[in-house]
């Protein structure tokens, strides 16, 4: 397949593992009217490593579903640099894109919209190959058969249409769309969401079970914490434009190194209510500010518990560092966290 | 046991559907208790929604309310004429919803529509200004008396989820019906309203009925709380029972499929086969068979009720979670296919 043309040694990473993807500086700005500007990705830099499941958590607005577009190039940057392997994404255009696009696939929220309600399964998951090219005929149909039973869907139903399945089994067809083209990244956003609890987990399941067995890298986007603490080995959490922390996802929860981390932990409520009557809120002051006006210094500073006003949160914005080995986190006073 | 305020017998609510009728409520009966907060569990589809719609007669067309019973003090809301339930909605019984985008009016002053809610019921309009922004503040609204002359467009989500609260709250009702009123909102902020609500539950005695699909909302507020499935209670009793000791295959497996933010390992969630029943064609006899490891063969023609199986707890099922553990190693469940555990029929999922 051409995939092994475009494919490239990662450089090595902090922890010694591969990095699949890197951001750099990378800045998303959209003119929002009246010569306004929407701050919705504000300098972020970050790595994702070969075969993890790094995952991506933030309140509404806080740029999350526009950095999953930065990364797989469906948006281009106002400014930095996105790298895959060493292939700097963000230089390529038109066919050289495109070639490596089918590295990177998405699976998306909806699995009603994401869709086409008048195509049959099997076209919607074969339209990846018809699109590169890769395959036709027999073997074509043999592959969209294969992806169907692969997600745990009965091999025949390739001639059906996406109306006559559940939002559960939608969203397998949606995995098994992203999964045509043999890709290392997937990124998932908010791919469980829309979901009753019961087929999330089911989903969650089938997410990790395809990791284990074609390698895959996953870029996994959500609002809840809780699954996404679960899935991820890495956790990201992102406020308004800005990665305020990076750090594994049990020492995430176990010593966040950042205010608005921990607040975001503590309002996650506990299926357990003896666990649950004993757990105290981080109340957060205020609203999420503008991300056209984002505030001076540290954002999060108009909410924070524990700023120091006005020096130096309001003035100095804080570098994300690394506070402990492989934990990173932007705050002047990490360690009263 | 105190008097329960609401009692709902046998109610069914049914929707007329290409091919036949769509049985979303199939014979419910639950009590509430003055004060008490009663949370209503379920999945998409479960009927917990329409349950909590039933009783006020807010069922949209072409549902119908076909049998039952709700009575409030005495009477039988079902029986009361157009006018009659009119006056009990947003004065007795007052109910708050999912999305306060859709629900408030974009062309009138936030509140203004408070006032209304008590205008509606006879209260003087003077009065009313007045109260509206006692319970602005009481809801947490900072700065009441500019946020009373916003237009709803100029709040953010939770602050007018607050001002539903404050609408509902306005003729102090018995009872407060929220229906999955933080759903659509982050989660910090989800948190606050949840704080807001225990709060408003245990200073003015005001019962809560909470319709939700989040576990951890139910055990943050809820004392009580029913588990619908596919139309039914399946199982209710007191939080801290039904947390630790369910007795429905359901409500235990639902429990095992949702990850925790507190959980310090990774265990791979156990998650529930199958998709929920088509309710136009329910299963026979339990409707739960089609999805449970542990159903035996009775499960398959007879439908189970519910019956008592601990202080205040009841569960509708053959088998019920004590001889799943102690016969089929419900604790130990690798395979959560249906029949897996009981060896009656495992099937292949679809």
Not at chain 1, 24 to 46: C, I, M, Q, W, Y
Not at chain 1, 98 to 125: E, H, K, N
Not at chain 1, 295 to 308: D, L
Not at chain 2, 302 to 315: I, S, T
């Amino acid at each position: 397949m051409a995939a092994a043309a475009v494919s490239s040694m990662p450089a090595a990473g902090a922890s010694g593992a591969k990095v699949l993807l890197r951001a750099e500086n990378a800045v998303k700005h959209f003119p929002a009217g009246l010569g306004a500007t929407v701050h919705a990705v504000d300098g972020v830099s970050f790595e994702i490593r070969e075969g993890e499941t790094l995952g991506l958590v933030g309140e509404s607005g806080c740029g999350k579903s526009t950095l999953a577009r930065l990364v797989t190039q469906l948006l281009p940057v106002t400014s930095g640099k996105i790298f895959f392997g060493d292939v700097e994404l963000t230089k390529l255009r038109g066919e050289k894109l495109r070639q490596y696009r089918r590295q990177l696939q998405m699976i998306f929220q909806d699995p009603f919209a994401s869709l086409d309600p008048r195509m049959t399964v099997g076209d919607i998951i074969a339209e990846p190959l018809d699109n590169f090219g890769v395959m036709r005929g027999r073997k074509r149909n043999a592959r969209v058969q294969e992806l169907l039973s692969i997600v745990g869907l009965n091999p025949n139903f390739n001639n059906r249409y996406p109306h006559e399945f559940s939002g559960g089994q939608r969203q397998r067809i949606g995995i098994a769309r992203a999964l045509a083209l043999n890709p290392r990244l997937v990124v998932c956003d908010e791919a469980i969401s829309a979901l009753d609890v019961s087929i999330q987990a089911q989903i969650v399941n089938l997410l990790e079970d395809l990791q284990r067995e074609f390698k895959l890298t996953y870029l996994f986007i959500a609002h809840d914490l809780s699954v996404v603490r679960h899935i991820s080995d890495r956790v990201m959490v992102m406020y308004l434009g800005k990665i305020v922390e990076i750090a594994d996802s049990v020492e995430t929860y176990a010593s966040p190194k950042h205010p608005y981390t921990k607040a975001l932990l503590s309002a996650i409520p506990v299926p357990d209510p003896r666990v649950q009557r004993g757990r105290r809120l981080v109340e957060l002051t205020g609203e999420i500010p503008s991300p056209i006006h984002p505030p001076s210094g540290c954002r999060f500073h108009t909410r924070c518990p524990i700023a120091r006003l006005p020096t130096p949160c309001a003035e100095t914005e804080p570098p994300l560092e690394e506070k402990r080995r492989d934990h990173l986190a932007a705050c002047h006073f990490s360690s009263d966290v | 046991m105190p008097t329960p305020i609401l009692q709902v017998r046998d109610l069914r609510t049914q929707f007329a559907a290409d091919g036949g009728v769509v049985k979303a409520v199939d014979g419910v009966s639950f009590e509430l208790y003055p004060g008490e907060s009663l949370g209503i569990v379920g999945e998409s589809g479960s009927g917990k929604s329409m349950t909590a719609l039933s009783i006020l007669r807010l069922v949209p067309d072409p549902g119908r309310i076909v049998s039952g019973q709700v009575l409030f003090r005495d009477q039988d809301l079902l029986q009361l004429t157009g006018e009659e339930i009119r006056e009990i909605r947003g004065r007795d019984i007052a109910m708050i919803f999912q999305d306060p985008q859709s629900s408030l009016n974009p062309v009138l002053r936030t509140g203004f529509q408070v006032d209304e809610a008590m205008l509606a019921h006879g209260r003087p309009k003077r009065d009313a200004r007045s109260r509206t922004l006692e319970l602005l503040k009481k809801v947490r609204i900072p700065a009441a008396e500019s946020r009373y002359k916003d237009f709803p467009h100029q709040l953010s989500g939770g602050m007018r989820q607050r001002a539903m609260i404050a609408m509902g709250l306005a003729n102090a009702p018995a009872i407060l019906i929220a229906d999955e009123p933080t759903t659509a909102l982050d989660v910090t902020v989800q948190a606050q309203i949840l704080e807001l609500l225990g709060d408003l539950n245990r200073e003015l005695g005001t019962a809560i009925v909470m319709i939700t699909h989040n576990m951890g909302v139910v055990a943050g507020l809820c004392s009580r709380v029913l588990v619908m499935y596919a139309g039914e209670i399946v199982e209710q009793g007191p939080v801290e029972q039904i947390f630790e000791n369910p007795q429905h295959p359901y409500t235990w497996s639902l429990l095992r499929s949702i990850p925790r933010v507190d959980a310090l390992r990774h265990e791979r969630l156990r998650s529930i086969e199958g998709i929920a029943p088509d309710l136009l064609q329910p299963p026979s006899g339990c409707r739960f068979h089609p999805r449970c490891p542990f159903r035996i063969e009775k499960c398959f023609h007879d439908e189970p009720r519910l019956q008592d199986v601990a202080m205040g707890q009841q569960a509708a099922c053959w088998v019920m979670m004590k001889r799943a553990r102690e016969e089929m190693g419900a604790d130990k469940l690798i395979d959560i296919r249906p029949g897996a555990a009981s060896g009656v029929h495992p099937g292949e999922i679809a």
